[in-house]
């Protein structure tokens, strides 16, 4: 349960940095490219303990949930 929490503090605070550097609809717009980035940057940086690579394999997918979440809801 604690690793789901980190996961989407994790989560939420990769999201909104994404958003202050860039425009939120830029983020969304490209959110194959920053799927992958997060993907595979993500278990990188928490590369060293096995539940730094669970948090951050968890934060990708939620980030990757969201954003094609938010994607799906602005298209329509």
Same mark, same amino acid.
């Given at each position: 349960? =604690?690793?789901?929490?980190?996961?989407?503090?994790?989560?939420? &605070?990769?999201?909104? *940095?994404?958003?202050?550097? /860039?425009?939120?609809?830029?983020?969304?717009? =490209?959110?194959?490219?920053?799927?992958?980035?997060?993907?595979? &940057?993500?278990?990188? *940086?928490?590369?060293?303990? /096995?539940?730094?690579?669970?948090?951050?394999?968890?934060?990708?997918?939620?980030?990757?949930?969201?954003?094609?979440?938010?994607?799906? *809801?602005?298209?329509?």
């Amino acid at each position: 349960m =604690h690793i789901i929490t980190l996961a989407l503090i994790s989560a939420i &605070g990769i999201i909104i *940095l994404l958003s202050k550097v /860039f425009k939120f609809r830029r983020v969304v717009r =490209h959110h194959r490219a920053v799927d992958i980035l997060c993907t595979c &940057g993500l278990p990188w *940086l928490f590369f060293g303990s /096995f539940s730094g690579m669970a948090t951050a394999i968890i934060a990708g997918v939620i980030i990757s949930a969201f954003l094609w979440i938010v994607n799906r *809801l602005t298209v329509l």
